[in-house]
């Protein structure tokens, strides 16, 4: 089955405590990219990947990093997670940055005390 | 499930009524147009999309129109369902072609 993973589901975390959220698709996609979904702000993106060893900012890149090692696997890491990034995350694939991003992750909710 | 906004523009429709869901985008030079849909406790789903080359596309039991003039988006759903329950999101892609720029969403209620 066609599908994009992330872990955790669900993630209470405290300030400054370094984490990780992992992202993974099975269908051979070059494009991955991480969004942040706030109330009022809709889906904002934070970092993309057009293909292995290539990241870009989206337009909330502060506080965040990504790397994209391997194809199918696109962490998105918080070296000192704060209050405000508290947020609803999603993951998404698609075979090319030009083309629909058809398949999101199931989303990770992440609260930051 | 997950909560995807609390003061969203809300459309409620009667079972089998058509549905309009409006959307303003921003940038005159995009040239990608997506609407998701995203349910309860859900990544948003792809439904249907339409470059800038075209004003109308056609799906199932969707349609896209898209007026340059006005940058103005529309996603119309025919005889909507109550399975069409859902936040929609217009997204618009930058000439660049690498990243989606999200509208606010819209929540539509379907009355059985």
């Known amino acids: 089955e066609a599908q994009v993973t992330q872990n955790p589901r669900y993630l209470i975390t405290v300030t400054g405590k370094k984490l990780t959220v992992t992202c993974s698709q099975n269908m051979n996609h070059e494009y991955m990219s991480w969004y942040r979904q706030d109330p009022g702000l809709g889906l904002r993106q934070i970092y993309y990947s057009m293909n292995v060893e290539v990241t870009d900012k989206g337009d909330v890149p502060e506080g965040y990093k990504v790397s994209r090692k391997e194809k199918r696997n696109f962490p998105l890491i918080l070296e000192s997670p704060s209050p405000n990034q508290t947020s609803l995350y999603f993951c998404?694939?698609?075979?090319?940055?030009?083309?629909?991003?058809?398949?999101f992750g199931q989303g990770t909710r992440l609260t930051v005390v | 499930g997950e909560s995807v906004g609390l003061h969203l523009p809300t459309l409620s429709v009667q079972e089998g009524d058509n549905s309009i869901i409006n959307c303003a985008y921003s940038?005159?030079?995009?040239?990608?147009f997506i609407w998701y849909k995203q349910e309860s406790g859900k990544g948003p789903q792809f439904i249907i999309d339409i470059r800038s080359n075209m004003d109308k596309r056609q799906g199932q039991r969707v349609t896209v129109l898209l007026n340059k003039t006005v940058k103005h988006l529309s996603l119309q759903i025919a005889a909507t369902q109550p399975g069409d329950s859902a936040v929609y999101f217009c997204?618009?892609?930058?000439?660049?072609?690498?990243?989606?720029?999200f509208g606010g969403g819209t929540r539509l209620m379907v009355k059985p």
């Open positions: 940038n005159s030079a995009s040239d990608y």
């Open positions: 997204a618009e892609n930058n000439n660049a072609g690498n990243m989606l720029t």
């Open positions: 998404a694939s698609s075979l090319s940055g030009t083309g629909p991003e058809a398949f």
